[in-house]
Nanobody, 124 residues
Framework: QVQLVESGGGLVAAGGSLRLSCAAS????????MGWFRQAPGKEREFVAA????????FYADSVKGRFTISRDIADNTVYLQMNVLKPEDTAVYYC?????????????????WGQGTQVTVSS
């Protein structure tokens, strides 16, 4: 069992930055791959970024590449999503998720555990 708790969301003006955190706890948490997803009102959930705990391999959606950075702190069992140059279209609830392996990392259905989500609102 893995527990995930997100934090760091909020309201920011376009062009600003936010850093989301996902604190992970539970059995063998660092054997998982971690992903960030987001869901805007009226839209489907979409993949944002993923990272492999063991190798630090990182993957990004095209829409955030070059603006967002995913990272992990092994000592604290925390995954971060640094979001820069935010746009109004980045407004969504952001979720942290964990899965075994890294195959199909863009598919939310592949993830076993989810956090409660944190709201990010970017004003124009």
């Amino acid at each position: 069992q893995v527990q995930l708790v997100e934090s760091g969301g909020g309201l920011v003006a376009a062009g600003g930055s936010l850093r989301l955190s996902c604190a992970a706890s539970g059995r063998a948490v660092t054997s998982y791959s971690m992903g960030w997803f987001r869901q805007a009102p009226g839209k489907e959930r979409e993949f944002v970024a993923a990272i492999v705990w063991s190798s630090d391999n990182r993957f990004y959606a095209d829409s955030v590449k070059g603006r967002f950075t995913i990272s992990r702190d092994i000592a604290d069992n925390t995954v971060y999503l640094q979001m820069n140059v935010l746009k109004p279209e980045d407004t969504a609830v952001y979720y942290c998720a964990a899965k075994t392996g890294i195959r199909n990392y863009v598919r939310g259905a592949e993830y076993d555990y989810w956090g409660q989500g944190t709201q990010v609102t970017v004003s124009s």
